[in-house]
């Protein structure tokens, strides 16, 4: 069975400091990975994704994350944060060959600081 | 393209009522899911179906029921609610096992 770990419920950061969320995983088959986020009072919307190739992906917004297979973890980076990036990270995983089924993390908010 | 919408927004229930929340989606997409959203437990599956016509249980499916009506809508259906129901809802839809769309959620309470 699969499983999604997130590190860190909470994340206290100031405005432009970098900050990172931790994401590990747990599967026994290959595996996609996502970042999703979620706005107060609103659904989800997909912030990045790895399906194959490069290990490094980026999101329209300045994220990135690094895919690493031999320590299973799809880490969230940003090197500088803004204010209107207060929310609630998710990391999730499916199985690359199954029906698109989605295993959460527990979610990490990420407070951003005057 | 309105994506994913979900009626109704908020909803408020005593113990014992059924409803169901409604999703539809617009893309085309063969894939709809159910999800709750607990504080401290991140999203869990209720419910999904991988194409019309089907539908399978995921990692909560305790007191609800599902229909696929047709390809663009799932309706998720609670026969009698209890307080342990009172949660957030989302429905998602994706192509196949790529990314999901989700709508803006169901805010459910069960007194």
């Known amino acids: 069975a699969q499983s999604v770990t997130q590190l860190d419920s909470q994340v206290p950061v100031f405005e432009e400091a970098p900050v990172e969320l931790r994401c590990n995983y747990s599967?026994?088959?290959?595996?996609?990975l996502f970042w999703y986020v979620q706005y107060p009072n609103q659904g989800l919307q997909l912030l990045l994704k790895?399906?194959?190739?490069?290990?490094l992906v980026e999101s329209i917004n300045g994220f990135e994350a690094e895919f690493n297979k031999s320590q299973t973890s799809f880490h969230l980076r940003k090197p500088s944060v803004h204010i209107s990036d207060t929310a609630e990270y998710f990391c999730?995983?499916?199985?690359?060959?199954?029906?698109?089924?989605?295993?959460f993390g527990q979610g990490t908010t990420l407070q951003v600081k005057p | 393209n309105a994506g994913v919408t979900q009626t109704p927004k908020f909803q408020v229930l005593k113990t014992g009522q059924s409803m169901t929340l409604q999703c539809a989606q617009d893309?085309?997409?063969?894939?709809m899911y159910w999800y709750r959203q607990d504080p401290g437990m991140g999203l869990r599956l209720i419910y999904y179906s991988a194409s019309e016509g089907t539908t399978d249980k995921g990692e909560v499916p305790n007191g609800y029921n599902v229909s696929r009506l047709n390809k663009r809508e799932f309706s998720l259906r609670l026969e009698s609610a209890a307080p342990s129901q009172t949660s957030v809802y989302f429905c998602a839809s994706s192509a196949y096992h790529l990314e999901q769309y989700f709508g803006p959620g169901t805010r459910l309470t069960v007194t």
């Open positions: 893309m085309n997409h063969n894939s």
């Open positions: 790895y399906l194959s190739g490069s290990t």
């Open positions: 599967s026994s088959v290959s595996v996609y």
């Open positions: 999730a995983v499916s199985e690359a060959s199954n029906t698109g089924k989605l295993i």
